[in-house]
C-alpha cells in the first residue's frame, strides 16, 4: 500500500490550504483515514480523521477550522485547513488503518504558517 500526499506549501496567517492523500496498492478494507501532524520537537499528533460511513473526529486546536472528507471509491482523503495560525506549522502525514488494523504513512506534506 501506498498513501501520496500533496498540497501542502506555504500561507500567510489566516489564509487556507487543502490537502489531499490517494491511497494505491491491495489492502482489505480501511476502517479510518486521516491527518496526523508533526512539529518541530514535537511528538506525532491526531489532526482529523474519518471513517468510511463519513464519522469525522477532529483535534480540539482545529475544529471549526479544518474540515476532513473522503471519497471512498478513489481511496482518497482530504483535508481543508482555512483560518490557519502559525502554531499549524507541521508536516502533515496521512493516515489509512486497514482492516488488519495496520497503519499506511504518506511520506508527509509541509505545511508553513507565517504571521
Known amino acids: 500500500v501506498q498513501l501520496q500526499a500533496s498540497g501542502g506549501g506555504s500561507v500567510q496567517a489566516g489564509g487556507s490550504l487543502r490537502l489531499s492523500c490517494v491511497a494505491s496498492?491491495?489492502?482489505?478494507?480501511?476502517?479510518?483515514m486521516g491527518w496526523f501532524r508533526q512539529a518541530p520537537g514535537k511528538q506525532r499528533e491526531l489532526v482529523a480523521d474519518?471513517?468510511?460511513?463519513?464519522?469525522?473526529k477532529y483535534a480540539d486546536f482545529v475544529k471549526g477550522r479544518f474540515t476532513t472528507s473522503s471519497d471512498n471509491a478513489k481511496n482518497t482523503v482530504s483535508l481543508q485547513m482555512n483560518s490557519l495560525e502559525p502554531d499549524d506549522t507541521a508536516v502533515y502525514y496521512c493516515?489509512?488503518?486497514?482492516?488488519?488494523?495496520?497503519?499506511?504513512w504518506g511520506q508527509g506534506t509541509l505545511v508553513t504558517v507565517s504571521s
Open positions: 493516515n489509512f488503518n486497514d482492516g488488519w488494523n495496520t497503519n499506511h
Open positions: 496498492g491491495s489492502f482489505r478494507s480501511i476502517n479510518r
Open positions: 474519518i471513517t468510511p460511513g463519513g464519522n469525522a
